[in-house]
């Protein structure tokens, strides 16, 4: 859906009104709209606002590129069928084998689609060191190729997305296998993580970037819970 907006916001349907409960929230973003759902009477809302705005904007949605996504993971064969009668035919739940992308993070139901994207993810960091080991870098200037380039790539998704420790682990040996390559003697884990004034390289550890950076989404979530009177 073609949108105006360049930034998250929350839309409603009429003129906001905190007495009125036909409310439908829809999280856009660039061209992309996410929008939650409950029941069909949601949908038949959502159909009257997307009616209006192609109506304001003199632009047409294109239903065959719309997925729709069970929160749950059940199949739900009746929204199915009922979002299949208005050409959304692309539904994703724990059955699909691969995982729903959204915004650059995998939505995963299944543990099948959990492998599949974290070895999707491998593999771009595994292509990716393999290329940079070519040239003839430092071992500093290693470090900061993998921490600057190509576990950058991680971030994004380790924020949100949840893998085992054992999948963790084998990004950390991509990473210091890269760092030790051509290099004898090999130098272990714990000295390639010191930060460098204490002897070290400075490696970010996938694992713990990991949990620093969902700690940092839940911190807040925990503090307002606790501030709350409710």
């Not at 856009?28 to 959502?46: G, K, N």
């Not at 009668?85 to 139901?109: A, E, K, Q, V």
Request: one cysteine or more.
């Amino acid at each position: 859906m073609n949108t105006i907006t360049n930034t998250l916001q929350t839309l409603t349907l009429d003129p906001p009104s905190p007495t009125d409960a036909n409310q439908v929230k829809i999280l856009a973003y660039a061209d992309d709209t996410l929008v939650y759902l409950r029941d069909a009477e949601d949908f038949t809302l959502l159909q009257q606002a997307i009616t209006q705005y192609m109506r304001a904007s003199n632009s047409l949605l294109d239903y065959h590129k719309t997925t729709a996504i069970s929160l749950s993971g059940r199949p739900l064969g009746q929204w199915h069928s009922h979002l299949a009668s208005h050409n959304i035919t692309h539904w994703h739940d724990r059955t699909s084998p691969s995982p729903l992308i959204y915004l650059g993070y995998p939505f995963c139901s299944s543990i099948t689609q959990r492998n599949v994207a974290f070895q999707q993810m491998h593999d771009t960091v595994r292509n990716t060191t393999h290329i940079h080991s070519q040239r003839n870098v430092s071992i500093r200037g290693r470090v900061t190729i993998l921490n600057t380039l190509i576990y950058s790539k991680l971030w994004h998704v380790l924020r949100l997305s949840v893998f085992t420790k054992s999948q963790l682990l084998s990004l950390r040996s991509l990473g210091t296998s890269f760092i030790n390559n051509r290099i004898f003697p090999r130098l272990s884990f714990d000295t390639l993580t010191l930060p460098r004034n204490r002897g070290g390289l400075g490696l970010l550890d996938p694992l713990r970037q990991q949990q620093a950076l969902q700690w940092r989404w839940v911190c807040p979530l925990l503090l307002l819970a606790i501030e709350s009177p409710v």
